[in-house]
């Protein structure tokens, strides 16, 4: 096939063509998939005494501060021996802030 260009000398032009083909399957399947997994499931899941005692205790303390945020009290497991050893931390507690105060003191700024 030739072309015309005008005042030049005629020379061959060469066209190429490229068609993409792409079946409908993988978009069938794919929806298929997206439509299987966002499926919501008629069975109902199981929910840990834990769990179900954390979602109650949600329902019970939470409340809307002012300010416009949400506040709930810390859920406490129940049945916690009264005295509960905790070692020597406070003594370590006390160390570590007199070491701390006089770290400022030295350079409140680092």
Same mark, same amino acid.
């Given at each position: ?7 030049? =000398? ?6 190429? #063509? ?18 299987? @997994?966002?499926?919501? !499931?008629?069975?109902?899941? =199981?929910? !840990?005494?834990?769990? $179900?005692?954390?979602?109650? #205790?949600?329902?019970? @303390? ?8 949400? !506040? ?16 020597? $931390?406070? !003594? =370590? ?18």
């Amino acid at each position: 096939m030739s072309c015309h260009t005008g005042s030049y =000398i005629d020379e061959p032009c060469y066209f190429k #063509h490229c068609f993409l083909s792409k079946g409908w399957n993988t978009l069938d399947k794919t929806l298929r998939s997206f439509w299987e @997994t966002e499926n919501i !499931s008629e069975e109902q899941p =199981i929910i !840990s005494d834990e769990l $179900s005692y954390c979602e109650k #205790h949600f329902e019970k @303390t939470h409340f809307r501060k002012p300010c416009g945020r949400y !506040s709930v009290s810390l859920p406490f497991k129940e049945n916690i021996q009264e005295n509960v050893n905790l070692g020597d $931390s406070r !003594s =370590i507690a006390s160390k570590r802030l007199d070491q701390l105060w006089r770290r400022l003191d030295r350079d409140p700024y680092n």
